[in-house]
């Protein structure tokens, strides 16, 4: 019974797991400098690359203000850097197709958090507190047969 007892304790102290060390992240900075990252909101996609530098923001081939016109758009783009703490700090250079003016925006700014993040793996935290880092999967509902819309019935006539 004594060696029993004996083995069930020494097999407690090997399972027992044994504490790792905590590597912090690496940054991911290809040979330009540059962080890349993909963000993505309904349809559109957004291939972003940032790198330290005065702030200039380049979508498409043209000014940040040119290409997102409205004040709501700027601002949700720049929203990780305000959050982060770096605004003005980088240069913005991203390409987006697909969705709308808004879905665009969004690909921006999550593509902008990820980016972010893989220059600073420190700012991860604070990001990821502010929801910049989930990807918004929602997405339009596809219309049903039979139906106006995805879920609105035909206006009902009962002659």
């Known amino acids: 019974m004594a060696q029993g007892l004996e083995a069930l304790g020494s ?3 090997s399972a027992a797991p044994q504490p790792q060390e905590i590597v912090p992240a690496e940054p991911k900075i290809d040979a330009q400098g540059r962080a890349y990252a993909t963000g993505k909101r309904k ?4 291939r972003v690359w940032i790198k330290p530098g005065a702030g200039k923001f380049t979508v498409n081939g043209r000014e940040v203000g040119v290409y997102f016109a409205r004040p ?3 601002m949700i783009i720049s929203q990780p ?3 982060a703490g770096r605004l003005g700090q980088f240069d913005v250079v991203c390409t987006v ?4 003016l808004s879905g665009q925006a969004g690909a921006v700014r999550h593509g902008i958090s990820k980016a972010l993040t893989y220059y600073e793996p420190p700012l991860r935290s604070v990001l990821k507190a502010g929801g910049f880092l989930t990807r918004d999967s ?3 509902e596809r219309k049903k047969y039979g139906r106006a819309k ?4 035909f206006q009902f006539s009962k002659r």
């Open 72 to 74: 709501v758009l700027r």
């Open 81 to 83: 850097f305000l959050v």
């Open 11 to 13: 097999l407690q102290k």
């Open 138 to 140: 929602r997405v339009v």
């Open 43 to 46: 349809n559109a996609i957004a």
């Open 150 to 153: 995805a879920r609105r019935s």
């Open 97 to 100: 197709n697909g969705g709308g």
